[in-house]
């Protein structure tokens, strides 16, 4: 089970994809359009544009510049949305479950995020249905219609299928996401068809299931990157760095 377009093993080049290589040791930036249904439905993923920066190592040095990366690819995906800041009205959403490290990043980006003093930004962070009972979908409806937020921003740990992806890779889409998909959940999407507004998505694997790995084990096994704590507050500085420039 994965949420990367770029495990989908499909040829993406035939699609459209590129990877350009970027003045950071290993790192990469690749970009992919699914402008069509019938590329969304050969691909299994949903319409819209996909950016995925990857790197096998994070150097605290590095921090900044990969937060630029970020920000310039939220910059394409809002588009002229994000060029008069005084007409955004925008909504972070920190999803997952906050009280396993796996699943925090959500949580982690919208502490970091700074609103103080921006009248045009709001953030929260809505937990998980096991909690409150609530569809994940049903909060965020709630809270975009309550600050009438024309762009949202959702933030989300992802699955990997790859390893060597754990806590090195970050997605930024237009596509939106359906809260849990990743470990076999999801609820109704959260994305510009059911809100209306914009909805653009980031996201960083945190877990794989060992199944990738081997078939003996158990269904249920995760596997998540052994420097977790470090990893997911990095990633959480990156993205809300970026979030924060284009506010």
């Given amino acids: 089970m994965f949420d990367l377009i770029d495990e989908s093993g499909k040829d993406l080049s035939t699609y459209g994809y ?10 990469s930036l690749a970009y992919l359009n699914v402008d069509s249904d019938e590329k969304a439905d050969r691909l299994g993923f949903n319409k819209g544009e996909y950016f995925i920066i990857n790197t096998k190592t994070l ?3 590095d921090v900044d510049y990969f937060a630029g990366v970020c920000a310039n690819a939220l910059r394409q995906l809002t588009g002229s949305r994000c060029k008069n800041k005084k007409c955004i009205r925008c909504l972070i959403v920190g999803l997952g479950n906050p009280d396993i490290l796996a699943d925090c ?4 980006v919208v502490d970091y995020v700074d609103i103080e003093g921006k009248g045009n930004a709001f953030k929260f962070c809505p937990n998980i249905y096991a909690i409150t009972n609530i569809e994940t979908f049903e909060f965020v409806r709630f809270i975009k219609e309550g ?20 806590g090195c890779s970050i997605q930024i889409t237009s596509t939106g996401i359906s809260a849990g998909s990743g470990v076999g959940g999801g609820g109704k999407r959260i994305c510009e068809e059911q809100l209306g507004v914009p909805c653009i998505s980031i996201g960083v694997p945190f877990m794989m299931f060992a199944k990738a790995l081997t078939n003996d084990a158990p269904d249920d096994l995760i596997l998540t990157p052994k420097d977790i704590h470090e990893n997911v507050d990095t990633m959480a500085y990156i ?3 970026a979030i924060n420039e284009i506010l």
């Avoid at 590129?18 to 790192?27: E, S």
């Avoid at 990043?105 to 982690?108: D, E, H, N, P, T």
């Avoid at 600050?147 to 754990?166: C, G, P, Q, Y």
């Fill in 18 to 27: 590129t990877v350009k290589q970027l003045p950071k040791g290993d790192a």
């Fill in 59 to 61: 150097l605290v040095d």
């Fill in 105 to 108: 990043l959500g949580k982690a």
């Fill in 147 to 166: 600050v009438k937020a024309d762009l949202i921003i959702v933030i989300d740990a992802l699955a990997t299928n790859e390893i060597t992806r754990l």
């Fill in 239 to 241: 993205i809300s760095k």
